[in-house]
T-cell receptor, first 115, second 111 residues
């Protein structure tokens, strides 16, 4: 089945220790997104790629970086995690040009704990 | 004021009940409306997608959009315990592909 895969599902890191979250997709979609979702809150878009074109949201902290080495994979790097970065991180994809009509397909998420 | 308002619940209903979930929005540029279902500790799953005012039905689910009132609804008929989840409304328009989500309504269907 075509899908969006996130690894690991659960990640524990220490305050200030860099961490990388991984997303891969078999849908061959052009657009990939990273969202942060805190408990009982709406998913918040951090950034997205249209192919290799990186689009950062204005309020995404510099502590968050991303890489997309090829169509299938995308990584979220948190350079110095703080306690406030503990959240569920969701990867999503959408097809074609990233138009408003394109629906997004989400992975299962990675739950990040910061000690 | 948030662009999308959604009552967080929790909403508890007995099995077989009709459930009504709602969102209001303030941005007239929103043209496309979605409902996602999110089970605990899982990613959101697309349930319904519509772009025009009126009703769209899919099995036990009906999505309703009233653009004049900036109000959308999701109705679930004959609710089941497996429907217990958080339901997120989402919408976009104008800026390509960027979704704006509601905070989600947590639904519990009891036996």
């Amino acid at each position: 089945d075509a899908m969006v895969i996130q690894n690991p599902r659960y990640q524990v890191t220490q305050f200030g220790k860099p961490v990388t979250l991984s997303c891969s997709q078999t849908l061959n979609h052009n657009v990939m997104y990273w969202y942060q979702q805190k408990s009982s809150q709406a998913p918040k878009l951090l950034f997205h790629y249209y192919d290799k074109d990186f689009n950062n949201e204005a309020d995404t902290p510099d502590n968050f970086q991303s890489r997309r080495p090829n169509t299938s994979f995308c990584f979220l790097d948190i350079r110095s995690p703080g306690l406030g970065d503990a959240a569920m991180y969701l990867c999503a994809t959408s097809p074609t040009s990233g138009r408003a009509t394109d629906t997004q397909y989400f992975g299962p998420g990675t739950r990040l704990t910061v000690l | 004021q948030k662009e999308v308002e959604q009552d967080p619940g929790p909403l508890s209903v007995p099995e077989g009940a009709i459930v009504s979930l709602n969102c209001t929005y303030s941005n007239s540029a929103f043209q496309y409306f979605m409902w996602y279902r999110q089970y605990s500790r899982k990613g959101p799953e697309l349930l319904m997608y519509t772009y025009s005012s009126g009703n769209k039905e899919d099995g036990r689910f009906t999505a309703q959009v009233d653009k004049s009132s900036k109000y959308i609804s999701l109705f679930i008929r004959d609710s089941q315990p497996s429907d217990s989840a958080t339901y997120l409304c989402a919408m976009n328009g104008g800026t390509a592909s960027k979704l704006t989500f509601g905070t989600g309504t947590r639904l519990q269907v009891t036996l």
